[in-house]
């Protein structure tokens, strides 16, 4: 009997650590694939937009281009589906400063340590502006800030439902 509870324990031990040994490359291999995703639609649109969970190996990254918006939905280190809709561009809004923009979402949700990191990159003339915070994204979504161009992103990942990634 004790050479029986002996296995079962053993065996619980060793796919414990198989389960948690693949989960983390599971992440690591989509957080890579996610940074290499955002290099490169930032080469190619000029911006580019991301919403990761903080332990999650998936994630969403979006662009626009003249006329549309490009949604990826990344997972495990491959691309699970491209959505696209006509859309306007982004690069028409009033992009606000660093401090404009973390007074605006901290003012009404705070920064949030182990939720999800919300960022963007936009790249101006021959300058990268490169903006992130981790925050909790029911609030993100469902309030109104300041920002005219934090607005129209937020009512772009309403209206595209981008903020469920886990269902994607």
């Not at 809004?93 to 939720?115: A, K, N």
């Not at 909790?136 to 309403?158: G, H, M, P, R, Y």
């Amino acid at each position: 009997m004790n050479t029986l509870i002996k296995m079962l324990l053993f065996s619980f031990l060793l796919l414990s650590f198989v389960s948690c040994s693949t989960m983390q490359h599971n992440i690591r291999k989509n957080s890579n694939f996610t940074e290499k995703t955002i290099s490169s639609l930032l080469k190619k649109n000029g911006n580019v937009f991301y919403i990761r969970p903080d332990l999650g190996a998936f994630s969403i990254v979006w662009t626009y281009s003249e006329d549309k918006i490009v949604i990826y939905h990344l997972g495990n280190g491959k691309v699970d589906a491209t959505r696209e809709y006509l859309n306007n561009k982004i690069i028409d809004y009033q992009i606000p400063t660093s401090l404009e923009l973390d007074f605006d979402i901290s003012t009404y949700c705070g920064f949030v340590l182990g939720g999800e990191l919300f960022g963007f990159k936009i790249k101006k003339e021959s300058e990268i502006q490169d903006f992130a915070w981790g925050f909790d994204i029911e609030c993100l979504t469902n309030n109104t800030f300041q920002s005219d161009f934090l607005n129209k992103i937020v009512a772009d990942i309403n209206t595209y439902n981008m903020w469920n990634v886990q269902h994607h």
